[in-house]
């Protein structure tokens, strides 16, 4: 059975950087691509960005991108998500999730499995 | 990037009802829709893709339809787990996006 685990600072400071591991369990870390997704408190879900284990493919949301860094370490079958100045805005539930992937185009970029989400809190 | 509009933003219902909750995209996605229900404290689960297609073990009284920019979720005979937030994200595009939610609560 697929797990998904996300891990790292529940408060971090305005200007810095937000960096969580996802780590993935049940599964190969290479045989999907994998996302990162965001949800404020009492509000919508927004996409961060995915990656795949091929060195280089990852695809990120504009509004995110020049401060958005994912990554995956297939040796340790985690992925990480690095965020750079950080701000109140960035408070949120921070999900790391599998794509569905396959030969569905439909289903493709659907997220089956979710981590439980970890709470990332912005503020000095 | 592509909006999603969900209506309404929440909804009464009784256990029974027929209930049915509407994504209109800004643009043709054809059938790149996607339908989450997310529990209180959870993450989403996946309940529909391509706009149609129910996700395996998802009880057979949820259903979705449409293409183009309309679609619906509907379930047909509402049930005490059933009440939650819903979401219909787009994948036809990048930057993936979500509706703001439709919730359905009870009566």
């Known amino acids: 059975q697929v797990q998904l685990q996300e891990s790292g600072p529940g408060l971090v400071k305005p200007s810095e950087t937000l960096s969580l591991t996802c780590s993935v369990s049940?599964?190969?870390?290479?045989?999907?691509?994998w996302s990162w997704i965001r949800q404020p408190p009492g509000k919508t879900l927004e996409w961060i960005g995915y990656?795949?284990?091929?060195?280089?493919?990852?695809n990120y949301n504009p509004s995110l991108k020049s401060r958005v860094t994912i990554s995956v370490d297939t040796s340790k079958t985690q992925f990480s998500l690095r965020l750079s100045s950080v701000s109140a805005a960035d408070t949120a539930i921070y999900y790391c999730?599998?794509?569905?992937?396959?030969?569905?185009?439909?289903?493709?970029?659907?997220?089956?499995?979710w981590g439980q989400g970890t709470m990332v809190t912005v503020s000095s | 990037d592509i909006q999603m509009t969900q209506s309404p933003s929440s909804l009464s219902a009784s256990v029974g009802d027929r209930v049915t909750i509407t994504c209109r995209a800004s643009?043709?996605?054809?059938?790149?829709l996607i339908w989450y229900q997310q529990k209180p404290g959870k993450a989403p689960k996946l309940l529909i893709y391509?706009?149609?297609s129910l996700q395996s073990g998802v009880p057979s009284r949820f259903s979705g339809s449409g293409s183009g920019t309309d679609f619906t979720l509907t379930i047909s005979s509402l049930q005490p787990e059933d009440f939650a937030p819903y979401y219909c994200?787009?994948?036809?595009?990048?930057?993936?996006?979500f509706g703001g939610g439709t919730t359905v609560e009870i009566k």
């Open positions: 999730a599998r794509h569905v992937g396959g030969t569905n185009g439909y289903a493709r970029d659907a997220f089956d499995i």
């Open positions: 049940g599964d190969s870390i290479r045989s999907y691509y």
């Open positions: 990656t795949y284990y091929s060195g280089g493919n990852t």
């Open positions: 643009q043709n996605i054809g059938k790149y």
């Open positions: 391509g706009a149609s």
């Open positions: 994200q787009q994948s036809y595009s990048t930057p993936f996006t």
